[in-house]
């Protein structure tokens, strides 16, 4: 997992309450993902960035920003949440978004909103 | 449309038997497969996929899985459980006819494998 780190690990925040995951990868990948798993559901795709170019993004709330500054990096920036967006979020990379490369997943990021 | 099915919420084999996770899927062309594993507190890792070529794919720890055109399968299989096995396993698709355009990779809702000692 030391391919695609991600920070805090935990997150508690209260719904007026203004926060930013960190994600970094270090395989020299193209694209970068942001994913929200809940408990019970399949793995909900939220953002894809293809050389720091925003290329999806899957109906998701505006209270969830993503920015890519490089290719290296990227941020998820949260303000005003719900407590259903509690979950733990992901972010992955790849060297391609659109091929059969395989994502690398960072540890995740366990978010709760009180 | 693609979309991917794990029958099995859970998984509980005995250490040193075979195992087996169930995976179908369902694509307008061809598909990408692959299957990640998650241990707790852990982000998804890479176990094998398919491209093309060979319909039995060898993966990492001991793990391969057998693409079936005719059934729209992907079964992850060990032939012997370790302990250590024991975690979520996700069986994921993309469909090849998607393009340039289609960033999805379609996941399923994963399977717990218990592995008993």
């Known amino acids: 997992e030391t391919g695609v780190t991600q920070t805090p690990r935990h997150l508690v925040m209260g719904m007026t309450n203004k926060k930013s995951l960190k994600c970094e990868q270090h395989?020299?990948?193209?694209?970068m993902y942001w994913y929200k798993q809940s408990a019970k559901k399949p793995l909900e795709l939220m953002f894809v960035?293809?050389?720091?170019?925003?290329?999806e993004n899957n109906s998701v709330p505006s209270r969830f920003s993503p920015e890519c500054p490089n290719s290296s990096h990227l941020f998820l920036h949260l303000h005003t949440l719900q407590p259903e967006d509690s979950a733990l979020y992901l972010c992955?990379?790849?060297?391609?978004?659109?091929?059969?490369?395989?994502?690398?997943f960072g540890p995740g990021t366990r978010l709760t909103v009180t | 449309a693609q979309s991917v099915a794990q029958p099995e919420d859970q998984v509980n084999v005995a250490e040193g038997n075979p195992l087996t996770v169930k995976c179908t899927y369902s694509?307008?062309?061809?598909?990408?497969l692959f299957w990640y594993v998650q241990y707790p507190n852990r982000g998804l890792q890479f176990l094998l996929k398919?491209?093309?070529?060979?319909?039995l794919v060898k993966g990492s720890y001991g793990f391969e899985a057998e693409f079936n055109k005719s059934q729209t399968s992907f079964h992850l299989k060990k032939p012997s459980a370790l302990v250590s096995d024991s975690a979520l396993y996700f069986c994921?698709?993309?469909?090849?006819?998607?393009?340039?355009?289609?960033?999805?990779?379609?996941f399923g809702k994963g399977t717990k494998l218990s592995v008993i000692p």
């Open positions: 960035y293809s050389l720091e170019e925003r290329v």
């Open positions: 994921a698709v993309r469909d090849i006819l998607a393009g340039a355009g289609s960033y999805q990779l379609t």
């Open positions: 992955a990379s790849s060297r391609d978004p659109t091929s059969s490369y395989e994502q690398y």
């Open positions: 395989l020299g990948h193209n694209a």
């Open positions: 694509v307008s062309g061809n598909p990408y």
């Open positions: 398919y491209i093309t070529g060979d319909n």
